[in-house]
Structures are given as structure tokens and as C-alpha cells.
């Protein structure tokens, strides 16, 4: 009576479990729809932004920015991006062990700052280290621009004041809802801009052949230049200069690609919860039905005690 007792409670308490898991998959599945249509414009915008930074420093001499003058990495910074809550299978362990990597590796040049934005990134390095220098938790369902440019300022301003030589992002990159991939994006310097190729437009002509006529087409006529090799990728002429426009559009770029990250990172989060949740809510029914078993052969079991201590009782009273 005990064991069977002891069964009942226990189906009990995972058929519990098994409403919370569910009802835990529907919310992430509903919030996850809901941040699914931020994914891609926010992805888009943010390469569109890359690639006019990319086709600036292709105009661009090295020593007229600072964004664009090489640096030797000596001081490295990390943008870790997890979530605040678990329940998300392993994908916090994922990004987190790509982190681990990577400052495992920069441990060969002295020097590296960890920047986190999630509850679950925060506590594992306070325990691991390095010991975070800034903070951000308590994350938005829905990630707005406003944490981004918190987030990328003080990065800028890091970078400006000589503080950190360079600044690598890792998060998870969004694939589908049944799949994300970690992802470690270099944010400053500019991935690829140091080898931009910078050419001197102002004095290099473009032939573009129309039929039978050649026309030149240069900076200097007003007319927009055209794609060549080891040129500009985009057909765009910068006013007053390259270098103003750069100043104006790379803390936009930087905040794009924080938000980008930001956005893609809840919507893997969230994609992670939901396959965490289903799987646990099959789990959940697959051990019911076991535990359902076992009580059914033990209470068929006393009930056959039962019958045969019954028939023993009558037999002796005969």
C-alpha cells in the first residue's frame, strides 16, 4: 500500500511538471514568433551599414581616421551576449564555451576585458573570471536600440580613450526555429576595412564602354563612380568627405550591429526554450506512462495477494 501510495504521488508531481513545460514551450514558441520579424531587417540593416564602412575605408588613407589605423591587439575586449533566465538546454553552456575559448587564446598576448550582457554570463564569470567590467542584466523581452547604444558607447568610448585595442562579439547567431549557431563578430576595428584596398580616385578614371563610344567617368565630373577591381563596391560619392561621413555613420553601424546581435540572441534564446520545454514535456509523458505501469502490475499484484489470502481464509474455514 506504501509503494503504491508513493507511485500515485510521484505521477502526480511529474504530470505537474509536465503542464509547466508545456505551458513554459507555448510562451517561448508565442514571444518567439513575436521577435522572429525583428530578425531579419535587423540583420540586413546592419551588413547594409558594414559594407558602406567597408567601401569608405576603400577610399579612405589609413592615417585620416582613427577607426581605420591599424592596431596591435594588446588589450582585447569581449561582448558576451547569454540570457538572464536557464531553461534554454545548453545554450548558454554553448556560448559561454566559445568564450572560454577564445580568452583562452588570448591569454598568449597579455591583456583582455570581458564585457557581459545577461544574468548567466555575469555569474559565470564572476566565478571564472575575468571579473566583468561592465554589466548589462535584466535584458528586455523585445531588445530596443536605446541597450544597444548603451552598450556600444561605452565600447567606442573604450576604444577612443586607448583603453582596449580591439573588440570581438560572441553570441548566437539565429538559423531557424529548430536551430542557432554560435558566432564570434569582430566589431572594432572593422573587420576588413585594414584590407580595404585604398586607391586614390580622385586622380584614377573609370572607361565604361557603351556601345561604340567610351565614356570616362571620374570624381571629378560629379558623376557617381563605378565597381571596379580594388575599388569601391558601392557606387556612392561621399560629401564633404569620406573621412566626416565616417565620423556620422560608424556609431549607427556599431549600434546596428549591437541591436543585430542583441535581437538575434533573444531569438535563439527563445528558439532554445522551445525545444528545451518540448523535450522535457516527451519526457515527462514517457516517464508517466512507465510509472503508470509500474503502479498498474503493483496494484495488480496486491489485489492477486488480496483474492488468494481471501480464498485461504475460505478454504481454512471449511
Known amino acids: 500500500m506504501e509503494e503504491l501510495r508513493d507511485l500515485r504521488r510521484r505521477i502526480r508531481s511529474v504530470r505537474s511538471t509536465q503542464q509547466i513545460t508545456r505551458a513554459m514551450s507555448l510562451v517561448a514558441s508565442t514571444r518567439l ?9 535587423a540583420r540586413t540593416y546592419a551588413e547594409t551599414l558594414r559594407r558602406i564602412v567597408l567601401d569608405i575605408a576603400a577610399r579612405t588613407p589609413p592615417w585620416a581616421h582613427p577607426l581605420l589605423k591599424p592596431k596591435e591587439a594588446v588589450t582585447r575586449a ?29 591569454n598568449l598576448i597579455p591583456g583582455h576585458v570581458v564585457v557581459v550582457a545577461g544574468r548567466k554570463g555575469r555569474d559565470f564569470f564572476r566565478r571564472r573570471g575575468p571579473r566583468p567590467v561592465r554589466e548589462y542584466v535584466h535584458l528586455p523581452d523585445t531588445p ?14 573604450d576604444y577612443f580613450e586607448g583603453r582596449i585595442d580591439s573588440v570581438h562579439m560572441v553570441f548566437a547567431r539565429f538559423v531557424s526555429r529548430g536551430s542557432y549557431q554560435p558566432d564570434v563578430v569582430q566589431l572594432l576595428p572593422v573587420e ?10 580622385t586622380r584614377i578614371p573609370v572607361t565604361h564602354n ?10 571629378n565630373n560629379g558623376t557617381r563612380d563605378r565597381e571596379r ?39 535563439s534564446e527563445l528558439a532554445a526554450r522551445t525545444i528545451a520545454m518540448d523535450s522535457a514535456t516527451d519526457n515527462a509523458g514517457e516517464l508517466i506512462e512507465r510509472l503508470t505501469l509500474t503502479y ?5 499484484a496486491e489485489i492477486t495477494q488480496e483474492i488468494s489470502e481471501i480464498a485461504t481464509g475460505a478454504e481454512s474455514l471449511r
Not at 210 to 219: A, F, L, M, S
Not at 235 to 258: G, K
Open 33 to 41: 514568433r513575436r521577435i522572429e520579424r525583428f530578425v531579419e531587417p
Open 78 to 106: 569581449y561582448l558576451v551576449i547569454t540570457s538572464d533566465r536557464g531553461l534554454a538546454g545548453g545554450y548558454n553552456a554553448e556560448i559561454l564555451r566559445r568564450a572560454t575559448d577564445l580568452l583562452g587564446a588570448a
Open 144 to 157: 530596443d536600440e536605446a541597450l544597444a547604444r548603451h552598450i556600444s558607447e561605452g565600447l567606442l568610448a
Open 192 to 201: 576588413g576595412a585594414q584590407h580595404a584596398g585604398y586607391q586614390d580616385q
Open 210 to 219: 557603351e556601345g561604340d563610344r567610351n565614356e570616362v567617368i571620374g570624381r
Open 229 to 267: 577591381p580594388n575599388g569601391p563596391h558601392l557606387p556612392f560619392t561621399y560629401e564633404p568627405s569620406p573621412e566626416s561621413v565616417l565620423d556620422r555613420l560608424f556609431p549607427h553601424y556599431l549600434v546596428s550591429a549591437v541591436y543585430a546581435a542583441l535581437v538575434e540572441a533573444k531569438a
Open 296 to 300: 498498474n502490475r503493483a496494484r495488480q
